[in-house]
């Protein structure tokens, strides 16, 4: 087994694509998070704000996250956010801290562009992901968004 300090982001490049089209969750997951393609399509159409990266561990890819930054949340100039969009850890590779350290990546970036909360969205549901994030200290703050429960990390 790697060790923590093999873990790291890497830009998704034409070396990587493949590897990062073929991250899957467990098959429960799956109406929980869309495909790794169809964030990097995401990504690409909205290259000002979105940033995807394979997680690695050595040289073995074990997730894919895509963060965003300084959005227009309301799209009317009222609000801007940034935080963790897209989180698809690989089925075998779960349980393992990959997505503590996606979040924890996720808001140290929010933070070092000086942001002061981290914020994500998730499916409520039995095999949903809100045990997870709300053990790592999102708390929901009471709007949702496309169905989704909507979550901020204080980063102070």
């Known amino acids: 087994m790697t060790t923590s300090t093999a873990r790291r982001l890497e830009e998704v490049t034409p070396a990587n694509f493949e590897a990062a089209i073929g991250i899957r969750v467990r098959p429960e997951q799956e109406f929980a998070v869309s495909p790794v393609v169809r964030s990097l399509a995401e990504a690409y159409v909205h290259s000002g704000v979105a940033w995807p990266r394979l997680i690695v561990d050595g040289d073995r890819p074990v997730g894919f996250l ?91």
């Open 66 to 156: 895509m963060a965003f930054y300084d959005i227009d949340w309301y799209e009317d100039g009222s609000v801007r956010r940034s935080g963790l969009w897209r989180l698809n850890i690989a089925a075998g590779e779960q349980g393992r801290g990959y997505g503590r350290f996606a979040v924890e990546s996720v808001a140290e970036e929010v933070r070092r562009r000086g942001g002061k909360e981290c914020w994500v969205t998730w499916h409520p549901g039995p095999d949903g992901p809100e045990g997870f994030y709300l053990g790592l200290g999102f708390r929901p703050n009471g709007e949702t968004s496309e169905g989704e429960t909507v979550g901020v990390l204080e980063l102070g």
